[in-house]
């Protein structure tokens, strides 16, 4: 199965800067990758699939980038509802796989 | 609002079982694949099992296997996990998920303790 590894595990930003979270596979997902946010005591929920395709309703300062082994999810400015933990899953090959989640705190 | 509301988790000794249950609102469940995944304590998310749309089709994790069965009634709107054989390694919140590549919604999920 795929493997795959979020960096880093906790990300430490300031309100208003950007956050850049990565995601690598151990082998090609292609655009074959969905982004979910979790915040504590809640259920995951969707915000971007195909790499870089926003979810219903998701504010334009998230977006998704990249293919193959190397994906990127960009907060441009970070608000406060966006501190959460952050998972990528790929969805290439069967069975799909989840990354163990990026920490994103308040610094 | 779409929902998806998971029941039936609780504390269970090891070996015992368990049935969650997974009602869907507004829409119907019937044109769906359907998934549980879980979150031990701490944990990141794995899934567990997965559905076709008219139950014809099932796949398991492989610490799962064996113990663990999916099902729907689609008549019910329905989802359910019938846990068997449960162990200590089983203890997390159990989602259901609609969607088939990726999960475009989750239920509030439902917790499974297993102690003795």
């Not at chain 2, 988790?9 to 997974?22: A, T, Y």
């Not at chain 2, 990726?102 to 239920?107: H, K, P, R, S, V």
Request: hydrophobic share 30%.
């Amino acid at each position: 199965e795929i493997v795959m590894t979020q960096s880093p595990a906790t990300l430490s930003v300031s309100p208003g800067e950007r956050a850049t979270l990565s995601c690598r596979a151990s082998q090609s997902v292609s655009s074959n990758l969905a982004w979910y946010q979790q915040k504590p005591g809640q259920a995951p929920r969707l915000l971007i699939y195909g790499a870089s395709t926003r979810a219903t309703g998701l504010p334009t300062r998230f977006s998704g980038s990249g293919s193959g082994t190397e994906l990127t999810l960009t907060i441009s400015s970070l608000q406060s509802e966006d501190f959460a933990v952050y998972y990528c899953q790929q969805y290439n090959n069967w069975p799909w796989t989840f990354g163990q989640g990026t920490k994103v705190e308040i610094k | 609002e779409l929902q998806l509301v998971e029941s039936g988790g609780g504390l269970v000794q090891p070996g015992g079982s368990l049935r969650l249950s997974c009602a869907a609102s507004p829409f119907s469940l019937s044109s769906y694949w359907m998934y549980w995944l879980r979150q031990g304590p701490g944990e990141g998310l794995v899934w567990v099992s997965r559905i076709n749309s008219d139950g014809t089709s099932t796949s398991y994790a492989d610490s799962v296997k064996g113990r663990f069965t999916i099902s729907r009634d689609n008549a019910k709107n329905t989802l359910y996990l019938q846990m068997n054989s449960l162990r200590a390694e089983d203890t997390a919140v159990y989602y259901c998920a609609r969607g088939y590549h990726y999960m475009d919604d989750w239920g509030n999920g439902t917790t499974v303790t297993v102690s003795s």
